[in-house]
């Protein structure tokens, strides 16, 4: 069971603590996931100038926000761009490469509040690396939905749970569910048994295997075929769940660039320092 190190500012607009992969070395047990970034709620200001990430680029995997509370608005050198509000997901490929802007949308930034998110990078084989970058704007209403014996409900992005399977467009089988347990319920949860599978905790606590996880906590599960058995603590609970086949190709990383080998690295910074990735007009 781990968390993050600690706080710190991704710009000025993104307050996060870093959970994959974080402290610890999950890399090989979190793939396909490379990182996890964990905006816990926290209250902004009202303000006329959105506060946010500047322009910088991505290439070789896909980032994955789910906005909770607040909104995000977005502007990439496809010259696609939107808001993300809560209960939505942006799903977007950035493959080849994008050069964006994260913001505090403007009427939420003027009007301040709560603000609660995640980030998440979701790496891509090397077959899919380059291909066009895609955005998938992944709207609450289109979610899944499976509601449970108990009483809770799992709300899902990506991925089949029963007969419901969320929207999201996946280059390698992912399950990224948003599950709301009733106080003590018990939830049987079927991840295919070849998938990495974690749990992180939004609000109260959850216990499996035995080992309790407390809130802003991520679990990594060994699973071998049964459901993911998870229980509520006494005030209910919500976590995510992240499970996905593994990628096991080898990582080269840079900053914002995620390839498979130290050669591809190089390219993306000439690409990106020739001006490649294009321009935000
Ligand atoms: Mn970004």
Request: charged share 15%.
């Amino acid at each position: 069971m781990t968390r993050g190190a600690g706080f710190h500012w991704v710009g000025d607009g993104f307050y996060v603590t870093q959970v994959i992969p974080g402290p610890y070395d999950l890399t090989r047990a979190a793939d396909p996931f490379l990182m996890m970034d964990y905006h816990a709620p926290y209250h902004y200001a009202p303000t006329d100038t959105p506060r946010g990430v500047g322009v910088h680029p991505h290439r070789g995997f896909e980032t994955v926000t789910l906005a909770f509370e607040g909104s995000v608005a977005h502007h990439d050198s496809t010259g696609a761009g939107g808001v993300i509000h809560p209960g939505d997901v942006q799903w977007m490929t950035a493959a080849s490469g994008v050069l964006h802007q994260e913001y505090h949308e403007a009427e939420w930034a003027r009007r301040g509040g709560t603000f609660h998110m995640m980030q998440l990078w979701v790496n891509l084989p090397a077959a899919h690396k380059m291909d066009p970058p895609r955005y998938q704007a992944l709207t609450a209403d289109r979610m899944g939905r499976v509601d449970l014996p108990g009483g809770g409900v799992v709300t899902l992005v990506a991925g089949s749970l029963g007969d419901a399977t969320g929207p999201a467009q996946t280059v390698t089988p992912i399950e990224l569910w948003d599950v709301r347990l009733t106080p003590s319920e018990t939830a049987e949860l079927a991840v295919p048994v070849s998938h990495h599978a974690m749990v992180f905790v939004l609000d109260g606590q959850v216990t499996a295997a035995g080992s309790t996880i407390a809130a802003q906590h991520l679990a990594l599960f060994d699973h071998d075929g049964a459901a993911l058995v998870l229980t509520a603590g006494g005030e209910g609970c919500r976590f995510v769940v992240l499970a996905g086949e593994p990628i096991d190709e080898p990582i080269a990383s840079y900053g914002p660039f995620v390839m498979n080998t130290r050669d591809e690295l190089i390219q993306a910074v000439d690409d990106f320092n020739a001006g490649r990735f294009g321009r935000i007009g």
